[in-house]
C-alpha cells in the first residue's frame, strides 16, 4: 500500500466565508478527499471496505491553520501515512497554494467492524510504514 499521496482541489465559491477565505471545517473535507484518493491509488476502496465489514472512525483530528486560501485558488493537498499501530493509523496532511504552506493537519483513524468493536487493519489495507 502507498504511503503518500497528492491531489489538487479547486477552492469552490460555496466554500468561501463571507472574507472570501476558504472555510475551516472545509481542510477536513479535503483531508478526507486526500486520504479515500491514497487508498484508491493503492488498489482500494473504501466502499469495498465497508462491503467486508472493515469501517473506518475518526479518533482525533486537528488543523494548524498557516494562510489563508481563497476562492478560484487551485490547492495541493498532500497526505502521508505517519503510523500504524494495531488498529489504528495515523495521517499527515498539508495544504500548499503553490510555494505557500497554508495549513498542517493531522487524524487518527481506528478500524472497527459491523459490530463496533476495533479491530486490527487486515494486512493487505496495512502500508508499510514503520510504528
Known amino acids: ?8 482541489i479547486r477552492v469552490a465559491y460555496h466554500e468561501v466565508d463571507s472574507m472570501g477565505r476558504l472555510y475551516h471545517g472545509h481542510y477536513f473535507t479535503y483531508f478526507e478527499k486526500a486520504r479515500l484518493e491514497l487508498l484508491r491509488a ?4 473504501y466502499r469495498e471496505m465497508e462491503e ?3 469501517y473506518v472512525v475518526v479518533t482525533h483530528c486537528e488543523c494548524r ?6 476562492y478560484d485558488e487551485l490547492l495541493t493537498v498532500r497526505v502521508r ?5 494495531g ?5 499527515e496532511y498539508e495544504v500548499w497554494n503553490q510555494e505557500l504552506l497554508v495549513a498542517r493537519g493531522y487524524a487518527t483513524l481506528a ?18 510504514v514503520r510504528s
Open 65 to 70: 491553520f498557516l494562510a489563508a486560501a481563497r
Open 42 to 45: 493503492s488498489g482500494e476502496i
Open 111 to 128: 478500524m472497527v467492524g459491523r459490530d463496533g468493536k476495533v479491530r486490527r487493519l487486515p494486512d493487505q489495507w496495512r502500508p508499510a
Open 52 to 54: 467486508s465489514g472493515v
Open 81 to 85: 501515512v505517519k503510523a500504524v499501530r
Open 1 to 8: 500500500m502507498r504511503t503518500e499521496h497528492q491531489i489538487e
Open 87 to 91: 488498529a489504528r493509523i495515523e495521517h
